[in-house]
């Protein structure tokens, strides 16, 4: 017998130290209680010790110090808390698209409104009232291609050959003052201008002018409305309904612990990320979409930087016009002519309201001398915004899939991975013993924690992904010269061109990820980088 009870000592001396725990220090709720009532719970509703768990629906009902009460107003608290962390992480996605679309939106603005000024001033100083009774045609111009810029008008082609037409309209009159041009006539001037090339040598240079400016209006509106939808898209995403097996597996993770006294033990890093994976498997459906999305800003961003650069378009604007006015004014005898035979020989003016060709002489129309050539008040600094929103961009990949794996990674939503043993592990202290399932809504299917149907989409989930779908389509139509939106005449026929963007397809990421570690601490507003002057 003796050698018996020795064999049995370790055993009896370890059972006696387990129930010692509960007896002592772990059976007192004070750490709980004083936790509680820090989330506004009463004590008076809170036992100072442990009690029967029987009651309990979602923590183990073992000893515990929540009442029914207590419970299942911590399982609400759970889901505001879980909204919480995922806007909380969702952070960096949303100041950044948000932030960068207001500086690319107002440095366009600023860039047009410098060519507009640049413009008027030049005109100015060069013809005086002369100028200003024509100014309404020219900040016409700039009204239709700030229009556009909103995307409040469908096509620039038609504006810009409006444009030329009226500007011929005006000019002749001023070029031949010895004749009279009643409407019908200027109408059918303007009908002639582009068949006359009167701004240039050939049709097709002057349309290789409009496709530069038109492009790169289609490429800068485009981006900024590419991401206020990536904002947009997020905003709504991030407005989940958590089903009820994911509040549920939440309240476990979070607050079964603070119910079993020990409010400071975290949950095991796998058992936490079981529930994440559970919760947000629907969202994790959006990251195909989304790399697309980002594959086709960062193409398009790219060619901002390069072939549609806004920048240059908006300053070539009045020199332009005023290259076109020159060749015009050097050519005016052989236009003229054209003009009178296509629509007829105009009548002579009466003598007193003709001009002397000396004071025309004085109001000849010049090109920009290199200190005249229009400037924006922003300075050159497009290919740093380039630059910087190229870098987010990139930081922003696979986020939804690694979504999980952020959140888990914060210390103060679950224990290090290096710390096994020591953790919650959803019923005590432990390790967490189930395997951790693989990312998506398809691998959900044998979750531990939370029960996910995968044959049923999520519809939100769907709506999001045709947002995603449709601008990443307007992206890459944009990156190719053509506006989707609005179908101008050129785009029609297949004559913008001027790309060799691909439409994106699956696996076409070959840009690192920021690491999960990271998505939390990018989750902080991004500093706005300084405008130069």
């Not at 962390?85 to 100041?95: I, P, R």
């Not at 936490?272 to 193409?299: H, I, Y």
């Not at 939106?485 to 029609?492: L, N, S, T, W, Y």
Request: with cysteine.
């Amino acid at each position: 017998m003796a050698p018996l009870r020795l064999l049995l000592l370790p055993l009896l001396c370890a059972a006696a130290a387990a129930g010692g725990e509960t007896r002592g220090a772990v059976r007192s709720c004070a750490e709980s209680r004083q936790a509680l009532a820090g989330r506004g719970f009463a004590l008076a509703s809170l036992p100072p010790s442990l009690i029967s768990g029987e009651h309990l629906r979602i923590c183990p009902q073992e000893y515990t110090c929540c009442a029914s009460e207590t419970e299942e107003r911590l399982s609400e608290q759970s889901r505001g808390d879980l909204q919480g962390l995922v806007g909380e992480a969702a952070g960096f996605l949303l100041s950044t698209l948000g932030s960068r679309q207001r500086r690319f939106q107002d440095f366009f603005r600023e860039l047009l409104a410098g060519a507009e000024q640049s413009l008027q001033a030049m005109f100015t100083r060069s013809y005086g009232r002369l100028y200003a009774q024509h100014a309404r045609l020219f900040q016409g111009l700039f009204v239709e291609l700030r229009r556009h810029l909103q995307g409040a008008r469908p096509g620039l082609d038609e504006a810009l050959s409006d444009f030329w037409a009226r500007l011929l309209e005006r000019m002749l009159p001023l070029l031949n003052p010895q004749y009279s041009f009643p409407e019908s006539y200027l109408e059918c001037v303007g009908h002639q201008a582009e068949g006359l090339r009167a701004f240039g040598d050939s049709p097709r240079q002057l349309r290789v002018q409009r496709r530069q400016v038109t492009r790169a209006f289609i490429a800068a509106r485009a981006f900024v409305q590419g991401l206020a939808t990536g904002r947009d898209v997020v905003v709504q995403a991030v407005k989940l309904s958590p089903s009820g097996e994911c509040r549920r597996a939440h309240m476990r993770l979070s607050y079964c612990p603070l119910c079993r006294g020990t409010p400071a033990l975290k949950p095991c890093n796998g058992f936490c990320l079981n529930v994440m994976k559970g919760c947000f498997a629907s969202a994790a459906e959006l990251d195909p979409e989304w790399e697309r999305f980002l594959d086709a800003l960062t193409q398009l961003a790219e060619r901002l930087g390069g072939p549609f650069n806004f920048e240059l378009a908006a300053d070539s604007i009045g020199v332009k016009i005023s290259e076109a006015i020159m060749f015009l004014q050097e050519h005016s005898v052989q236009i003229s002519a054209k003009v009178f035979q296509s629509c007829g020989s105009p009548r002579p003016a009466p003598a007193r309201s003709r001009r002397s060709p000396r004071e025309e002489a004085k109001r000849r129309f010049r090109t920009y001398l290199p200190e005249e050539k229009p400037t924006t008040a922003a300075g050159t600094n497009l290919d740093r915004l380039v630059s910087d929103v190229k870098e987010k961009l990139r930081l922003m990949r696979r986020f939804w899939v690694l979504l999980p794996h952020a959140l888990c990674s914060d210390e103060k939503v679950a224990a290090d991975v290096t710390n096994e043993d020591s953790c919650w592990n959803g019923q005590a202290r432990g390790r967490y013993l189930p395997d951790v399932t693989g990312d998506g809504l398809v691998n959900q299917i044998n979750n531990p924690e939370v029960e996910v149907d995968i044959s049923r989409p999520d519809m939100p989930t769907r709506q999001h992904v045709l947002a995603l779908r449709s601008a990443t389509s307007r992206l890459v139509g944009a990156c190719n010269g053509q506006d989707l939106d609005f179908q101008d005449a050129d785009v029609a026929k297949g004559r913008l061109g001027g790309g060799s963007c691909l439409p994106i397809r699956k696996n076409q990421h070959k840009q690192k990820p920021a690491p999960p570690s990271k998505i939390l601490a990018m989750a902080m507003p991004a500093p706005v980088l300084p405008v130069e002057r």
